[in-house]
């Protein structure tokens, strides 16, 4: 008995699951065509009069409403997503196409910008809408949400894209495939140029973008230190060296010039003087400071230390060089391109022209005890104590003889009247003139015409650029106008 009813129970329970199962063997399946139809509770998709577990996007009419539904295996589903038929991606809302929708959707993977209710997979670019329930500007891709960091454009510029959509409260450095650019508030800033920071370094950006092609020293501010910065590519390089760009040499201490740097630097085996942190490639000097722990006087030729043996000069005189420093232990002669030089605790005591100058001063006379020789050549006045054959040097000076085309003239003269100043009122006024030859004197370089020489107004020796005139220091004018008497003889050559 009981096996009996167990039995027709499952018969029972068989075909109710091929009643629900597999309705289009109800016997109203005969009559069904191609669209929706409510079976056994459900909507279902049937192909000509077949029941076909699709899913897609398919036309038919639900509750007396005809449009484009979602199916699922089949049945009408009402949920909201992307689907997918022959036709493309459709945007449904509870299960059917809404064709008014804008905006964004989402199929089982990826999010896609829908137009009139369909995916529009030729979007690019950025596009407002609202996505996992963010409501921001979207970076598209062929229709998709690509949620990656790039640089993107609409109709009112370039901006930054974070996780796939516009973060307008970034500043710094984005890229895309065209380079990498500067956003400010989201936004690229094609009026910046500077430097800017990223994750991998600090870099130089021209009219908004990463300029790799810059390479050299630009001034901005990098870590809060405004400065001139060394640039490789586009990158700021924190290293310490010498650097040469646009004929500028200069010291950079941790990427920036040091410009309160002065001393001696050496760089690859080379020996630079630094002042203010650049070199001054053409400087000729002797300059004191520590070289290689060494404290000395060292020649610097072209902005750096010249390991020569040579006479050198500064403003302190000429000096014998050993080994790029000056040498005060040495006394004695010492021959330099010919010539015969006595140096005396490292300091020539008499050079070339001045020896030639005590040599050609032997063969004059003057009354007075004291012999004055003008080099026009050299621009140099000596003066002599003695007589003839017997004239030692007192004074060496640089002097400015007479412009090409207003010389001064050759000769032998004597020392005639004398003139504590002259010179036009309002342009110019001379100190401390002796006469030579009818106007031309030994006088002061130019000053103001003032009561008193304060302001000096040209005061260059050591070239001619005179009236004709021999001008010299304010302080050896006025030792000729105090201690050369009229008569003294004057050879200007």
Same mark, same amino acid.
């Given at each position: 008995?009981?096996?009996?009813?167990?039995?027709?129970?499952?018969?029972?329970?068989?075909?109710?699951?091929?009643?629900?199962?597999?309705?289009?063997?109800?016997?109203?399946?005969?009559?069904?065509?191609?669209?929706?139809?409510?079976?056994?509770?459900?909507?279902?998709?049937?192909?000509?009069?077949?029941?076909?577990?699709?899913?897609?996007?398919?036309?038919?009419?639900?509750?007396?409403?005809?449009?484009?539904?979602?199916?699922?295996?089949?049945?009408?589903?009402?949920?909201?997503?992307?689907?997918?038929?022959?036709?493309?991606?459709?945007?449904?809302?509870?299960?059917?196409?809404?064709?008014?929708?804008?905006?964004?959707?989402?199929?089982?993977?990826?999010?896609?910008?829908?137009?009139?209710?369909?995916?529009?997979?030729?979007?690019?670019?950025?596009?407002?809408?609202?996505?996992?329930?963010?409501?921001?500007?979207?970076?598209?891709?062929?229709?998709?949400?690509?949620?990656?960091?790039?640089?993107?454009?609409?109709?009112?510029?370039?901006?930054?894209?974070?996780?796939?959509?516009?973060?307008?409260?970034? $500043?710094?450095?984005?890229? =895309?495939?065209? *380079?990498?650019? /500067?956003?400010? !508030? +989201?936004?690229? &800033? @094609?009026?910046? %140029? #500077?430097?800017?920071?990223?994750?991998?370094?600090?870099?130089?950006?021209?009219?908004?973008?990463?300029?790799?092609?810059?390479?050299?020293?630009?001034?901005?501010?990098?870590?809060?230190?405004?400065?001139?910065?060394?640039?490789?590519?586009?990158?700021?390089?924190?290293?310490?060296?010498?650097?040469?760009?646009?004929?500028?040499?200069?010291?950079?201490?941790?990427?920036?010039?040091?410009?309160?740097?002065?001393?001696?630097?050496?760089?690859?085996?080379?020996?630079?003087?630094?002042?203010?942190?650049?070199?001054?490639?053409?400087?000729?000097?002797?300059?004191?400071?520590?070289?290689?722990?060494?404290?000395?006087?060292?020649?610097?030729?072209?902005?750096?230390?010249?390991?020569? $043996?040579?006479?050198?000069? =500064?403003?302190? *005189?000429?000096? /014998?060089?050993? !080994? +790029?420093?000056? &040498? @005060?232990?040495? %006394? #004695?002669?010492?021959?330099?391109?010919?010539?015969?030089?006595?140096?005396?605790?490292?300091?020539?005591?008499?050079?070339?022209?001045?020896?030639?100058?005590?040599?050609?001063?032997?063969?004059?006379?003057?009354?007075?005890?004291?012999?004055?020789?003008?080099?026009?050549?050299?621009?140099?006045?000596?003066?002599?104590?003695?007589?003839?054959?017997?004239?030692?040097?007192?004074?060496?000076?640089?002097?400015?003889?007479?412009?090409?085309?207003?010389?001064?003239?050759?000769?032998?003269?004597?020392?005639?009247?004398?003139?504590?100043?002259?010179?036009?009122?309002?342009?110019?006024?001379?100190?401390?003139?002796?006469?030579?030859?009818?106007?031309?004197?030994?006088?002061?370089?130019?000053?103001?015409?003032?009561?008193?020489?304060?302001?000096?107004?040209?005061?260059?020796? +050591?070239?001619?650029?005179?009236?004709?005139?021999?001008?010299?220091?304010?302080?050896?004018?006025?030792?000729?106008?105090?201690?050369?008497?009229?008569?003294?003889?004057?050879?200007?050559?």
């Amino acid at each position: 008995m009981k096996k009996g009813v167990i039995r027709s129970l499952v018969i029972l329970l068989l075909f109710v699951f091929i009643a629900v199962l597999i309705p289009e063997h109800d016997s109203e399946a005969a009559t069904r065509g191609t669209g929706m139809y409510f079976v056994s509770g459900k909507w279902r998709y049937y192909e000509n009069g077949t029941y076909t577990k699709i899913t897609s996007v398919v036309k038919g009419t639900v509750d007396g409403e005809s449009g484009w539904w979602y199916v699922r295996n089949g049945v009408l589903t009402r949920v909201t997503i992307v689907a997918k038929n022959e036709n493309g991606w459709f945007y449904c809302k509870n299960g059917k196409v809404d064709f008014t929708y804008k905006g964004f959707g989402k199929n089982s993977k990826v999010w896609l910008y829908c137009v009139n209710g369909k995916a529009n997979l030729n979007a690019n670019g950025l596009y407002m809408g609202t996505v996992d329930g963010v409501t921001a500007n979207w970076y598209v891709q062929n229709g998709k949400v690509k949620f990656i960091n790039t640089v993107a454009k609409n109709s009112s510029g370039w901006w930054a894209v974070r996780k796939g959509k516009v973060d307008y409260s970034f $500043t710094g450095i984005c890229s =895309n495939e065209y *380079g990498s650019w /500067y956003c400010k !508030n +989201g936004k690229v &800033d @094609f009026d910046y %140029t #500077g430097f800017a920071q990223c994750s991998s370094g600090w870099f130089f950006i021209k009219n908004g973008k990463v300029d790799t092609s810059f390479n050299g020293l630009y001034n901005g501010t990098v870590n809060g230190t405004n400065g001139r910065w060394y640039v490789v590519k586009g990158k700021v390089q924190f290293k310490t060296l010498i650097v040469d760009y646009a004929g500028d040499k200069a010291l950079v201490v941790k990427g920036v010039v040091k410009t309160t740097f002065n001393g001696f630097y050496t760089y690859d085996g080379t020996t630079w003087y630094i002042e203010n942190g650049y070199v001054d490639t053409d400087r000729k000097d002797i300059i004191k400071g520590n070289v290689a722990g060494t404290t000395a006087w060292w020649f610097v030729n072209n902005g750096k230390v010249e390991y020569s $043996t040579l006479l050198a000069s =500064n403003s302190n *005189g000429t000096w /014998y060089i050993r !080994n +790029g420093k000056v &040498d @005060f232990s040495f %006394t #004695g002669y010492y021959v330099y391109n010919g010539e015969r030089f006595y140096i005396e605790g490292g300091k020539v005591i008499r050079d070339g022209i001045e020896n030639a100058m005590i040599s050609k001063a032997q063969n004059y006379y003057s009354k007075t005890g004291y012999l004055i020789l003008v080099d026009r050549e050299h621009s140099k006045v000596m003066v002599l104590k003695g007589s003839s054959y017997n004239w030692e040097r007192l004074y060496y000076w640089d002097c400015n003889c007479g412009a090409e085309e207003t010389e001064t003239p050759t000769g032998e003269f004597t020392v005639g009247i004398k003139l504590l100043y002259f010179g036009p009122e309002d342009e110019y006024r001379c100190w401390y003139a002796s006469q030579i030859y009818g106007d031309v004197l030994f006088h002061s370089v130019l000053y103001d015409p003032d009561d008193a020489p304060n302001v000096i107004i040209d005061g260059r020796l +050591g070239q001619n650029n005179s009236h004709g005139c021999v001008r010299l220091a304010i302080e050896n004018a006025k030792w000729i106008y105090d201690n050369i008497s009229s008569g003294t003889k004057v050879v200007i050559y």
